[in-house]
């Protein structure tokens, strides 16, 4: 199976955070444009083994100065990354009569910006940014899980971030106080059991 797409977006007045004051505010830009192509995949290798895909890019950049922001026509815009993909692969089996699976999955975000660097106009003139701008660093995460389904019951187990990645899913810079970044969530092992009573 396959679903594939295209797009063009072509803002006028796009809505961005900005900060002031410290404190992160919406404000607009006047243009924008975002263009790029998401795909998703799947693959029946077997009856019992699937592999799953989705893919995307996209280049997301503003399409005027704005001295108000600190960015120039042309500049990505913050929190967009070029490349996002999730690859996903499952088998399932039977444990004696019992119904069970095995399934691993491969979570890749690229790197993105999270403000402007701030431009020189054609008088001259440095506008800065209205935050400090950071690149925020590509990441990968795998993840496992296993599950069986016991009469009335299901029993899965599952790691995520299996290597104990370290990066930032998110950042808000400020120019008057410390920053503040969302980490990516650590290594974690855990078990569900649900029982299904109807």
Do not use: C
């Not at 701030?118 to 993840?143: C, E, H, K, Q, R």
Request: no cysteine.
């Amino acid at each position: 199976g396959y679903d594939v797409a295209a797009f063009y977006i072509d803002w006028q007045d796009y809505q961005i955070g900005i900060v002031r004051g410290g404190l992160q505010v919406a404000g607009n830009a006047e243009k924008a444009t975002s263009k790029g192509a998401e795909a998703s995949l799947s693959f029946a290798a077997t009856e019992a083994l699937t592999f799953t895909g989705s893919f995307s890019y996209i280049n997301a950049k503003l399409g005027a100065d704005e001295p108000d922001l600190g960015g120039a026509d042309g500049d990505q815009l913050p929190n967009t990354p070029h490349w996002q993909t999730v690859l996903d692969a499952q088998y399932n089996f039977n444990l004696g009569s019992m119904p069970a699976y095995l399934g691993a999955d491969w979570r890749y975000k690229g790197s993105m910006p999270v403000s402007f660097d701030g431009f020189t106009d054609g008088a001259g003139v440095y506008w800065p940014p209205s935050a400090p701008n950071l690149i925020l660093d590509g990441y990968s995460l795998v993840d496992l899980r296993a599950g069986v389904t016991a009469g009335s019951f299901d029993i899965s187990l599952y790691v995520t971030n299996l290597m104990d990645e370290w990066a930032y899913a998110s950042f808000t810079s400020t120019s008057v106080s410390p920053g503040l970044g969302t980490p990516t969530r650590p290594r974690t092992i855990g078990a569900v059991v649900r029982w299904n009573f109807f």
